[in-house]
């Protein structure tokens, strides 16, 4: 594929103006040895690159590298500082969000992949795939409403495997490597009438922002209203109540939601709980 060449190179290159050091004989002779290695010697880009050549061409456990991908991300910034792999000019460059979303109410739980461009060309193909080629997203975008478009998958019964990923946007391909969210549940409804919704925030990889915790009302057909109102959470997990109820409030989710950045994509995890207006008795 394509965009697995370029990764190629772009080792190479990388590797080119490396030094080796002992730490390159540190590491078995496995599949992301040379990411290990790379990142050893303080080489998070290189590292990377290694990484999703690696994921790209095998499935491999996530316990085998989620630890390398969390070190790289807190090495450059929240993945600020990672180069993205697609060379294209200032015109044709694009801001790019990825949302994982888990999204749970009192009857079903789904999941949903979401992809937001800032001011794309109307008609322009969208494509999220797996490494073997699977398709998870597709679409084409309509004209901008609000300077972005939004587009997403069906509502899914699972996210997909953690592992290599290639963003397709019109003819540019951004390759992403894609973890499931951290620590489990992150939302969570308990028996106790004094608070009945538990919040248990992710712990973030370091130099990324805190997770973000928020309150929306919904209309009966789910039409937002107003703005998200932020959360705070205490010691024992317990979240601020949210302001008054409007009068056309039929719903009210709360959100917890954490990013990283990579190559130019923000990536986002997020989870929402939703439940008729009225459920919590605060």
């Known amino acids: 594929m394509p965009s697995k060449l370029l990764i190629h190179l772009l080792a190479a290159f990388i590797a080119a103006l490396s030094t080796n050091s002992p730490a390159d004989n540190w590491f078995a002779e496995t599949p992301l040895a040379s990411a290990y290695s790379a990142l050893a ?19 491999i456990n996530p316990a085998h590298w989620s630890a390398v991908k969390n070190a790289i991300i807190e090495k450059t910034q929240c993945g600020r500082l990672l180069s993205s792999s ?12 990825l949302s994982l979303q888990q999204k749970t109410n009192l009857v079903q739980q789904s999941f949903q992949l979401k992809v937001a461009i800032e001011n794309p060309p109307q008609g322009t193909r969208v494509e999220l795939t797996d490494r073997r080629g699977k398709v998870w997203l597709s679409g084409i975008t309509a004209a901008p409403q609000d ?18 990923f290639e963003l397709h946007i019109a003819d540019l391909i951004y390759p992403l490597v894609l973890s499931r969210n951290k620590e489990g549940n992150w939302l969570e409804l308990i028996n106790d009438t004094q608070s009945p919704l538990a919040v248990y925030l992710p712990t973030p990889s370091s130099g990324c922002a805190p997770a973000k915790v928020t309150w929306q009302w919904f209309t009966q057909n789910f039409q937002i209203i107003g703005w998200p109102q932020p959360v705070s959470v205490n010691g024992q997990n317990q979240p601020q109540p949210p302001g008054p109820q409007p009068e056309n409030a039929k719903w009210l989710s709360t959100t917890v939601s954490t990013y990283e950045y990579q190559g130019g994509v ?5 989870q929402r709980l939703t439940v008729p207006a009225g459920y919590y008795q605060f």
């Open 86 to 97: 697609v060379h294209t000019d200032n015109k044709n460059r694009y801001r790019i969000k």
């Open 41 to 59: 010697n303080n080489n998070p880009e290189l590292a990377w690159q290694e990484m999703q050549l690696a994921l790209a061409e095998q499935e």
């Open 147 to 164: 300077d972005y478009i939004e587009v997403e998958s069906n509502e899914l019964l699972n996210l997909p495997k953690p592992g290599y």
């Open 266 to 270: 923000k990536v986002e995890y997020l």
